[in-house]
């Protein structure tokens, strides 16, 4: 396993060794102690979410208010997904920027993100399953979203794939909007609670 900082700070790509033979495959995808280790802190495990998603279907892009926040463990067991990651935090010096990558079943990866990022993916192939384990359960008051085809992130959505959002999702404010609106979380916030994640 080897873990490497994205382009947005506190998000990571963690790169997964696949052990194979005539029988299958065994991967081990999630180890807290290398995580911990990588990032600074523990990853609270509250709730472990999967979805399932045709070609196309995007979903995102997403956060959670701070405190408390929720970070993300993501992965790709079975189809193909682009996963993107955007700073959503007011204050951030990499405030709107965002990075991607692709989660595969074929060669395996998976990404970590911490509290008060952005998320968002679109499934490439049909069928494609993206499980996720997060640090806080659900809670809509506190969960919020940008929407994914704002110009100003000019996020990398495929081209030849036709793109299919929730009501939610084509119905959220751009970047510019939810920042009017207080909505973000901001950078002195999440610092405060990866402080307090690190002990």
């Known amino acids: 396993m080897q873990i490497r900082e994205m382009a ?18 065994f991967t081990e995808w999630y180890r ?8 600074g802190a ?15 279907a995007l979903r995102g892009v997403h956060f959670a208010l701070v405190p408390p926040g929720q970070a993300k463990y993501v992965y790709c067991p079975a189809g193909r997904v682009l996963d993107v990651v955007v ?11 965002h990075d991607a990558v692709l989660l595969d079943s074929e060669q395996p990866r998976a990404v970590y993100l911490s509290e008060g990022l952005g998320h968002a993916f679109v499934a490439l192939a049909d069928a494609s399953s993206v499980t996720y384990l997060v640090s806080t359960g659900y809670s809509p008051g506190r969960e919020f979203g940008v929407h994914p085809m704002d110009p100003e992130l000019d996020l990398p959505w495929p081209a030849d794939v036709e793109l299919q959002l929730s009501a939610k999702d084509t119905a959220a404010p751009t970047l510019a909007e939810a920042r009017e609106q207080g909505l973000l979380p901001t950078m002195d916030q999440c610092r405060a609670r990866y402080t307090e994640r690190r002990g």
């Open 8 to 25: 947005v700070p506190d998000s990571y790509v963690v790169d997964l060794v696949a052990h194979g033979d005539a029988r299958g495959r």
């Open 32 to 39: 807290a102690d290398l995580l911990a280790e990588a990032t």
């Open 87 to 97: 700073d959503v935090r007011v204050g951030s010096p990499t405030f709107g920027v």
């Open 42 to 56: 523990a990853l609270p495990l509250a709730q472990a979410n999967h979805s399932v998603s045709a070609r196309g």
